[in-house]
């Protein structure tokens, strides 16, 4: 899996918070899942980032909302996959 890959996802605002991601305060979470999925993962954004700012101004008129998760080899947590 080399490469960028764009998965659609419904995204909604959560508060699960646990192990490297317990402190609300630093993080925002995220429910994500595939449309046709039973089952979730969560996502955390830092609270001082750009994205976190886009992600809170998008939220605060819906609940959830579909939107397209493109993921880079490398990009998670600056570590490599």
């Known amino acids: 899996m080399v490469g ?3 998965f659609r996802v419904i995204a909604s605002k959560d508060g699960y918070y646990n192990f ?5 305060e630093i993080w925002a979470c995220y ?5 046709q999925a039973e089952r979730s993962i ?3 954004v830092c609270e001082e980032t750009p994205l976190h700012d886009a992600l809170r101004e998008a939220f605060a008129e819906r609940a959830a ?4 998760l493109d993921i880079g080899a490398g990009s998670w947590l600056g570590g490599n996959l």
Request: one cysteine or more; hydrophobic letters at 25%; aromatic letters at 16%.
């Open 31 to 35: 429910r994500l899942r595939a449309p």
């Open 65 to 68: 909302d579909c939107v397209n």
């Open 42 to 44: 969560y996502s955390y």
């Open 4 to 6: 960028n890959h764009v």
């Open 20 to 24: 490297r991601f317990e402190d609300p």
